[in-house]
């Protein structure tokens, strides 16, 4: 029995001497930061790429999205008007729409004068018949007007040139006849008184003289006072007759001349009418439909379209510009006269330059989403290629004023989590890294400015790795700091 025991005393040795084994290995671990927790941070240098936090001149900019526009086109719409005409007692019209009855193909290029579309031109060809029989009638009442008044400045030149003289002659000689009634009736009763007192004559005689010669007396005034009423009241009176009726017919004639001009100026409107609905290019271009998604408005034949409506877009493709769509966040940075670069999804081989010309003053409004927008207009400086077509998608960068001696750090650098940017600092081997939440200020398409939340020479990870960092990464903040003449960083690890 004694081997048995022997054998479980060294068993038991051996046991011993493994725990203590394990002791001083713990014991050493931990003295020298082989530990499970802090093994991991050495070496982070080879780990880990790091950018140091520096100060620089940030050439800022802005990108946003756009589309390639004409900045000069022609819009090419509906002209038909709503006309109402009257044709005896009753009323015609032709309102202010139209069916399309033809159109070219979308984006078909085409000279001045070319046909691009034809509209229903039946409803104003009647009414222009109708019309056309109105002018005439209006010229043969104009014409009947016109001579209804030379006959009225005939009657009046008839009267005063012919009548009046005429009926003053009739006075003249009638006066004449009772002067010389009247001067022979007087020399017969001069006779018959002398004779009376002669008693040649009797009484009753002189009385018939004297009579006849009250008679003659009497006869010479009433010749007188008709000539006298002629001249005074007669004449002037039938002449302002005959001059109201000139009058009354003049302006019957102006009226008829109106008329005329009237319905000649309707005429010639219906004839337009008629001729817009053959729709041509004003100039040399191609052609853009005018559809609007928003009102499931697409041209097309056999639609009706209204008065005033957009038909289609004639863009002049040697000045072109984008416009770009500024998101409400950054409308603020954005400024007339800023310079910009634009790039062509379509053409990626061109390169343009231009300026921010306006900003529209209200925003886009989407029903479909609560995000807002405000239209830009960038001016291309340079002629453009006439293979650019209006529509092609734009990227906009616009260059911001640089900013001198600001902290920044590479784009790379930069992570965001939960909607707060955070970067990754190094503190020191055998300390690991920081997660620290830091504030951005402008931005380049490398750099990054950061306003608070880093020191200049503090190093930072680029490209971080969140799933291989978790043991390497305290959010707390580092320990005391290393003296200011002793080397820190990835840097300095690497000696």
Request: proline content about 4%; aromatic content about 4%; hydrophobic content about 40%.
């Amino acid at each position: 029995m004694p081997a048995p025991k022997k054998i479980r005393s060294s068993l038991m040795m051996i046991a011993i001497a493994i725990a203590a084994g394990a002791s001083v290995w713990a014991y050493a671990a931990g003295a020298w930061g082989l530990s499970p927790g802090r093994g991991g941070r050495r070496n982070l240098a080879e780990k880990y790429h790091f950018a140091p936090v520096s100060r620089t001149v940030l050439e800022g900019s802005l990108t946003t999205q756009g589309r390639l526009e004409s900045s000069k086109r022609t819009v090419i719409e509906c002209e038909l008007e709503n006309i109402s005409i009257g044709i005896m007692g009753r009323s015609m019209s032709a309102g202010g729409a139209s069916r399309l009855l033809s159109v070219v193909p979308d984006g078909s290029r085409v000279k001045a004068g070319d046909v691009l579309a034809t509209l229903d031109s039946s409803g104003y060809e009647e009414l222009l018949r109708q019309q056309r029989m109105t002018v005439e009638r209006s010229r043969a009442d104009r014409h009947q007007s016109e001579l209804d008044l030379e006959v009225a400045k005939m009657a009046i030149s008839e009267y005063q040139d012919g009548t009046v003289a005429e009926t003053l002659k009739d006075h003249q000689r009638l006066i004449a006849l009772a002067e010389s009634e009247l001067t022979r009736s007087r020399g017969r009763l001069d006779w018959a008184t002398r004779m009376n007192v002669k008693g040649y004559v009797s009484t009753s005689v002189l009385k018939t003289e004297t009579q006849t010669y009250s008679k003659a007396q009497i006869a010479l005034e009433r010749a007188q006072g008709a000539r006298d009423l002629f001249e005074r009241y007669s004449s002037p009176k039938m002449i302002r007759q005959l001059e109201g009726v000139m009058l009354s017919r003049q302006a019957t004639l102006t009226y008829q001349d109106i008329r005329l001009q009237r319905n000649l100026d309707r005429l010639a409107k219906l004839e337009k009418q008629v001729e817009l609905c053959t729709i041509r290019a004003p100039h040399d271009g191609y052609i853009i439909y005018a559809n609007d998604p928003r009102r499931n408005v697409v041209i097309e034949a056999g639609i009706e379209v209204r008065q005033k409506q957009d038909l289609f877009y004639l863009p002049d493709l040697e000045r072109m510009e984008v416009v770009a769509l500024i998101h409400e966040s950054i409308v603020d940075r954005v400024t007339r006269g800023m310079k910009a670069r634009i790039a062509l999804e379509g053409a990626p081989d061109v390169m343009m330059t231009g300026r921010v010309q306006s900003i529209a003053p209200l925003p886009i409004f989407d029903h479909r989403s609560d995000v807002r927008y405000f239209e830009g207009i960038v001016k291309i400086e340079e002629a453009t290629r006439r293979d650019l077509m209006p529509g092609m998608t734009a990227r906009v960068d616009l260059s911001t004023p640089p900013k001198s001696n600001v902290l920044a750090v590479p784009v790379e650098a930069v992570t965001n989590e939960e909607g707060e940017d955070y970067c990754y600092v190094f503190r020191g081997e055998g300390d690991g890294l920081e997660k620290r939440r830091i504030a951005l200020g402008e931005a380049t398409h490398d750099m990054l400015e950061v306003a608070e939340g880093l020191e200049e020479g503090e190093q930072v990870v680029l490209n971080p790795r969140l799933d291989e960092m978790a043991d390497d990464v305290d959010d707390a903040p580092a320990p005391a700091a290393v003296p200011a003449d002793a080397p820190t960083g990835p840097i300095a690890a690497l000696r």
